[in-house]
């Protein structure tokens, strides 16, 4: 059981190159999160998803797309980087069973670098 | 909305000290709180939670303080080791979302041997 696993684990990008982080989830969670981590910032809401084919705009939505094609897997795709994307981006799953949805586990981390 | 920070950005303790780091929210509708500890390099790891309807909930080593009254929660690490060293967040969740947290800055707290 390897929980919440993230792909890349780094990466650095061009300003306006595009690319894809994949968030895998074997816990068979219902909801799926996107945040990204700045410093002095706190942890802050990309995108989430309440299950497969669904999705919502979080605390920060502009210049990320996502989608939830299956239920274990969650991407977030950047069109076209900008510098001020520059963080750390976690994935995070939770259940949906009654009083059990809000414990949220999250994945390792991709740290994503636009130059 | 709500509204999550913490009141201090760093503590130091001494080893087998007891740790206390503190949470205030601000959003009297919130109705479930999180404790999460982050590792340099690693992503959020949950420790402990409560709910709008207890004031105090125990784990192993760690107690959750929630004072409704004042909005405020705290985290107390009993015999704080040096493997408690990381970052720890407080989360709230307000009442009418089933599924979205807000997390505060984090505090970080270290270790001394």
């Known amino acids: 059981n390897a929980g919440v696993t993230q792909t890349p684990k780094f990466r650095v990008l061009k300003t306006g190159q595009s690319m894809t982080l994949l968030c895998a989830q074997d816990?068979?969670?219902?909801?799926m999160y996107w945040y990204r981590q700045d410093p002095g910032m706190g942890l802050r809401l990309i995108h989430y998803s309440v299950g497969e084919g669904t999705t919502a705009k979080g605390e920060v939505p502009d210049g990320y797309n996502v989608s939830r094609l299956k239920k274990q897997n969650f991407l977030l795709g950047l069109e076209s980087a900008a510098p001020s994307q520059t963080s750390v981006y976690f994935c995070a799953s939770s259940k949906r069973e009654p009083r059990r949805t809000d414990t949220q586990y999250f994945g390792p981390g991709t740290r994503l670098t636009v130059l | 909305g709500e509204s999550v920070g913490l009141h201090l950005p760093t503590l130091s303790v001494q080893e087998g000290d007891n740790s206390i780091i503190n949470c205030a929210y601000s959003?009297?509708?919130?109705?479930?709180f999180i404790w999460y500890k982050q590792e340099s390099g690693k992503g959020p790891q949950f420790i402990i939670d409560?709910?709008?309807?207890?004031d105090k909930r125990q784990g192993q080593r760690v107690t959750v303080l929630l004072n409704k009254t004042v909005k405020h929660l705290s985290l107390q690490i009993a015999a704080t080791q040096p493997g408690d060293s990381a970052v720890y967040f407080c989360a709230g969740r307000s009442g009418g979302s089933n599924y979205k947290l807000t997390f505060g800055k984090g505090t970080l707290l270290t270790v001394n041997p």
């Open positions: 409560i709910r709008s309807n207890m």
């Open positions: 959003n009297s509708a919130s109705d479930y």
């Open positions: 816990m068979n969670h219902e909801y």
